[in-house]
């Protein structure tokens, strides 16, 4: 792991048993860090609106999908959530084409406003999944890590989606060029053969926590199965042939072609289908609610629609997000874009 996260910098890795774990020890070691640096006040924690990252309450706490959370509250304390950088739903431009990083100076903002001895860590999904397949505009991801760097606040990618060739690279961070400070894995590690989830730090986080480790703060974390051998045998496997088949560049030129083609359609039923996005094999494209449906009701019956063709989608209110596996081929991706393009042709003929 560590020699593939090279170009990210990371130094160590932490293993545990799926996404959620993988996100509640950043977040653990985030504090842990600031700790161990002689600066105690440094606690809080800053995700954004529609971020996913998991079930635990330190991850859902982070997380920014309401509806997973208002049942669930009160939350873990000293949590505060940013914008997400959501171009096509812009919190502060409406749908627009352009992005003046507004959401970028609200984050800025929100750190000042905090008092930055007091922030701790800010975590994102490189690519937004489970919120809908949000794709950041190309610099966001640099602007927030220069942000971070400049505050002294440890920049965590959330990478459980986006790593292990998803975004068509081996991580999202290495997509967008950036360098975080932790990185948390699960999916993609074992390709769900066995489940297991991975912590990844850097070294001055490395070297920070174990510094102390003699007489001052040592890792006191650890569940009975952390790196369970056959995982992590399995994950060794996985990575071989994500790396022996350069599934990575598979994923870049069909998500291409499937991004061209989700285009297309958009651009043919307007009415039915907007803001396509593909990065990698990650796609996504919204279905417009008809008059008299509710929120999500629309893309719900697409993908019924979808399925009794054969195609299984996920839908994340209005949208329609797609993730097939890394192996696909044009031609077995004709028949996701074939069956998306009959589904619209009939809810169109149904107005
Ligand atoms: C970005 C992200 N982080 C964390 C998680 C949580 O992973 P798990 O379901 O393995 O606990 C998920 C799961 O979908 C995810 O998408």
Same mark, same amino acid.
């Given at each position: 792991m560590v020699e593939i996260l090279q170009p990210e910098g990371m130094a160590s890795v932490f293993f545990s048993n799926d996404g959620s774990e993988a996100v509640e020890t950043a977040l653990k070691l985030s504090r842990l860090y600031w700790k161990s640096k002689g600066?105690?006040?440094?606690?809080k924690l800053i995700g954004r609106h529609h971020a996913y990252h998991g079930v635990t309450y330190g991850a859902l706490s982070v997380a920014g999908i309401t509806a997973n959370r208002t049942l669930f509250?009160?939350?873990?304390?000293d949590v505060y959530h940013a914008p997400a950088p959501? $171009?096509?739903?812009?919190?502060?431009?409406?749908? #627009?084409?352009?992005?003046?990083?507004a959401c970028v100076a609200e984050l800025e903002r929100m750190i000042q406003f905090q008092d930055p001895d007091t922030v701790a860590a800010f975590i994102a999904e490189p690519v937004q999944a489970a919120g809908g397949v949000i794709i950041p505009p190309p610099d966001y991801l640099a602007r927030v890590r220069d942000l971070c760097t400049r505050y002294h606040v440890l920049f965590i990618a959330d990478? $459980?989606?986006?790593?292990?060739?998803?975004?068509? #690279?081996?991580?999202g961070s290495r997509y967008y060029g950036i360098q975080p400070d932790m990185m948390t894995f699960a999916k993609g590690l074992t390709s769900g053969y066995m489940p297991l989830g991975a912590t990844a730090v850097s070294g001055d986080v490395f070297d920070t926590i174990t510094s102390q480790a003699a007489d001052g703060p040592e890792f006191r974390h650890g569940n009975t199965?952390?790196?369970?051998p056959v995982a992590c045998a399995a994950a060794i496997a996985n990575l071989e042939i994500i790396e022996k088949e350069d599934l990575a560049t598979n994923a870049q030129h069909v998500g291409e072609w499937m991004g061209q083609e989700l285009k297309v359609l958009s651009e043919a039923y307007p009415d039915a289908a907007q803001y396509p996005g593909c990065i990698g094999l990650l796609g996504r494209i919204e279905i417009v609610p008809g008059k008299?449906?509710?929120?999500?009701q629309r893309a719900l019956r697409v993908a019924q629609k979808m399925k009794e063709r054969g195609v299984i989608v996920r839908t994340a209110q209005d949208i329609l997000t797609l993730s097939p596996?890394?192996?696909?081929?044009k031609e077995q991706g004709q028949d996701i874009i074939d069956a998306l393009r009959q589904a619209l042709v009939e809810e169109m003929a149904q107005l």
């Open positions: 600066q105690p006040r440094k606690t509250e009160p939350f873990v304390g959501y $171009v096509s739903h812009c919190a502060f431009h409406g749908p #627009t084409t352009g992005c003046t990083y990478e $459980v989606v986006t790593a292990f060739g998803r975004l068509g #690279t081996w991580t199965y952390s790196g369970h008299a449906d509710k929120p999500g596996p890394l192996i696909m081929t």
